[in-house]
């Protein structure tokens, strides 16, 4: 039922698309503030491989969004069911760092990209939330942070380039941390301060 809960405001769809290319340029901005070495201007032309980046995270099954039916749609109400969406959170954000483990090990991302997982478990939970747990929106977020990243990534080299993933986590932290703090009935915590169970079908509607 969640994988095809594509009927959610249009501003979404916005959001899970245009918001990781918000994201990863301010990222790459701040990495220029502290110090490293600007993107020439024939890097920056290929702006527009990140749709095309993008489109193949979408069609191309053996690519990291295709996890959402699993994180997002099925890890994650499980979780809900028992815990708070903030416990939740660190529970999956364990598991989906984790199965990154065989690429890490393998040399496929670097092991600092470790810290950006654990964070943007928490930017997909938040947005899980107020779309009532769509999959589809999750699975175009992811496929849109990795098409952004890719690129936005290359862009810088060496110490500069570890600092991007180093930023990107910290970003995702504050998302993270202002979703919780504005809305937090909505990560399970009652008004009296206790953590309270949220079944799939209580979370709630935006």
Request: include cysteine.
């Amino acid at each position: 039922r969640r994988l095809v809960q594509w009927r959610v405001n249009v501003g979404w769809y916005a959001v899970a698309l245009l918001a990781p290319v918000a994201g990863w340029v301010t990222v790459a901005y701040a990495n220029v503030l502290l110090g490293a070495a600007p993107p020439d201007p024939a890097q920056l032309a290929g702006w527009s491989s990140i749709f095309t980046a993008t489109l193949i995270f979408l069609v191309n099954p053996l690519t990291g969004a295709w996890e959402e039916p699993g994180w997002r749609g099925y890890a994650l109400p499980l979780l809900l069911r028992r815990h708070s969406a903030l416990v939740g959170s660190v529970v999956l954000g364990l598991m989906w760092t984790l199965w990154h483990v065989p690429m890490f090990v393998a040399g496929l991302i670097p092991w600092w990209d470790a810290a950006l997982v654990f964070a943007l478990t928490f930017v997909f939970t938040a947005i899980y939330l107020r779309t009532a747990g769509s999959v589809p929106i999750a699975f175009l977020l992811h496929a849109a942070f990795n098409g952004a990243g890719g690129f936005f990534i290359s862009l810088f080299a060496g110490d500069d380039r570890v600092r991007m993933y180093w930023l990107a986590a910290v970003l995702c932290a504050v998302v993270a941390l202002v979703a919780i703090v504005v809305s937090p009935d909505r990560w399970g915590r009652a008004p009296g301060g206790r953590y309270r169970t949220m079944a799939p079908d209580e979370v709630p509607r935006a």
